[in-house]
């Protein structure tokens, strides 16, 4: 597939301002990497986009994971550079096929955004190392290719999402909001930080502490945290609620505004908790906004999804193969 035009968004200041250091080898790249629908996308292309996302991910994650940290497994016989590059091909398919489409929904991209582009281009190969730039195989060419393949990528995305037939009831966005005091179960943190386990008496003797604790904040809900150095939290929660505990939705549910429940206990904590609204008005509509955004963003993927199903995408195994992440990124060191 042919390099064509380009255009300028957020990305181009983080190209500019992103600095690594490293030195590696060459590959062909002339040679094809893959074929969309008969169209060649060049290796040294695909190449540069994979490079790209490691010299990102080099910067972040040697630290954590150590050196090697390519070659670990992340599932059955995958490897982290295999995921990797098994990402970076499937989005090179889509950028492509969001080009295709763009006739569709009248996207261009202008000459200024074009130019825009060739200086980005031009900061980001200035702005890092030769040996990295070799290392990454970069290119005037391939790097307004990239950027100006995500801002089509952006303008379709919102294109798209404009178009989809999006609808959000209030039963789906409704929120009820409560307050709560919590403490472990489970244990306790030593003046080291260090997690330590509650024996059989002592987790006996806490349970009857906070029943008394529950009794207490029935009266006085605020002033028993206060008192008990309980820091106090919000929480909002509605019918697709997955992340608290479901027995403290549960008491939720069976409470009015303004009642506080019993003690309720968790695998992991005890808990009291006090119902501020059955229908919190700023919640639900930030809970509708998000809806829509997801929704909004299913729709994308859907039609993303369709144009692939229509699409021949080939991959050369033997070329995409000689693409590795052998050799690190880093950052370059700082000068005093």
Excluded at 194 to 205: F, G, I, L, M, S
Excluded at 320 to 334: C, E, N, S, T, Y
Aim: proline share 1%; charged share 30%.
């Amino acid at each position: 597939m042919k390099l064509k035009r380009f255009a300028a968004c957020v990305l181009a200041a983080v190209l500019a301002c992103m600095t690594v250091t490293g030195c590696g080898g060459s590959i062909d790249a002339n040679a094809p990497g893959a074929t969309l629908n008969g169209e060649e996308i060049s290796l040294g292309f695909m190449n540069f986009m994979a490079k790209y996302q490691q010299a990102a991910y080099d910067l972040s994650y040697v630290m954590f994971f150590g050196p090697d940290y390519w070659s670990q497994e992340v599932s059955e016989g995958e490897t982290m550079e295999e995921s990797a590059k098994s990402g970076i091909a499937e989005s090179v398919e889509l950028l492509y096929l969001l080009e295709d489409h763009m006739a569709d929904y009248g996207i261009e991209i202008t000459q200024e955004e074009t130019e825009a582009m060739k200086k980005a281009a031009e900061q980001f190969l200035s702005g890092n190392s030769k040996k990295a730039v070799k290392q990454m195989g970069a290119t005037q060419e391939y790097v307004e290719e990239m950027l100006r393949l995500y801002t089509i990528q952006q303008k379709m995305r919102t294109a798209i999402q404009e178009e989809a037939d999006v609808e959000v009831t209030e039963e789906e966005a409704a929120q009820r909001t409560f307050s709560y005091f919590r403490v472990s179960a489970t244990g306790t943190n030593d003046d080291e930080g260090n997690t330590v386990d509650y024996t059989e008496e002592e987790k006996a003797e806490l349970a009857d502490q906070m029943k008394d604790t529950a009794a207490a904040a029935k009266k006085d809900f605020q002033g028993t945290a206060d008192e008990k150095e309980y820091t106090v939290s919000t929480y909002s929660y509605g019918t697709d609620e997955t992340s608290m505990d479901e027995n403290v939705i549960k008491a939720a549910d069976g409470l009015k505004e303004g009642e506080i429940s019993d003690l309720i206990t968790t695998d992991e904590y005890y808990y009291v908790i006090r119902l501020d609204s059955e229908f919190d008005e700023e919640k639900t509509a930030a809970k509708k906004e998000s809806l829509i955004n997801q929704k909004k963003s299913d729709y994308y993927t859907e039609v993303c999804d369709g144009y692939k199903e229509k699409a021949t995408f080939e991959i050369n195994e033997g070329n995409w193969a000689k693409v590795k992440f052998d050799r690190l990124f880093g950052a370059p060191a700082q000068e005093e």
